[in-house]
């Protein structure tokens, strides 16, 4: 079982490294793509399923936390006492931002991802095949082009996210040792926060 926010980081730079080979391997020279006709078949042609709806594209933000929206979070843990960013990390494919957000009761930790390569899907896939192996996810439907929760035996409740380039997760835990962890009714209020985070980082 993965306990720790290190034991993620850790699974996080094993997907990393593929993902910064297959950027330079990008950059080689590919025979162009000829795109097929388009067919003539008639009105059943037009009978295709609608598009969805596009990825977002998140340009990336050297202050990223401070667009955190805890809006949805506050009726159940009050309103924020102290935020803590982390120095964004900066590598050849993304830039990682950590956020501590303390409450009177709870602590609210974050990770916004931007990736400047085809790469979010890629680690949402990844970690959440590593969290699956050992602990039950549930979809979210609505949020960004894929969303997950799932409720951690050390850590507690997590909400994960990614759309187009941006990756985001949230872990809820208590600030006094041997407090009950909070459970799945904090999803809701934690789902909110993704929503109206990805709305500002997108806008």
Known sequence: MLKSTGDLRFVRLLLALPLVVLAAAGCGGKEPVVAAPASSAGPAASSAAPAAAAPGVYKIDKKPCAS?????????????????????????????????????????????????????????????????????????????????????????????????????????????????KPGAEVFDPMIGVLKGTMAKLRG
């Open 68 to 180: 955190l929206d805890l809006t949805a979070v506050q009726d159940l843990a009050g309103k924020p006492k102290e935020m803590r960013p982390d120095k964004p990390y900066e590598s050849a494919i993304s830039q990682m931002s950590h956020c501590n957000v303390t409450f009177k009761e709870y602590l609210l930790q974050g990770e916004i991802n931007y990736f400047k390569t085809d790469s979010a899907k890629v680690m949402y896939d990844g970690l959440r095949g590593a969290v699956e192996k050992d602990t039950a996810t549930t979809d979210v439907p609505g949020l960004g082009e894929g969303a997950y929760t799932y409720i951690d035996a050390a850590t507690g409740p997590h909400v994960v996210a990614y759309d187009g380039n941006l990756y985001l997760s949230l872990q809820m835990g208590v600030l006094q040792f041997g407090r009950p």
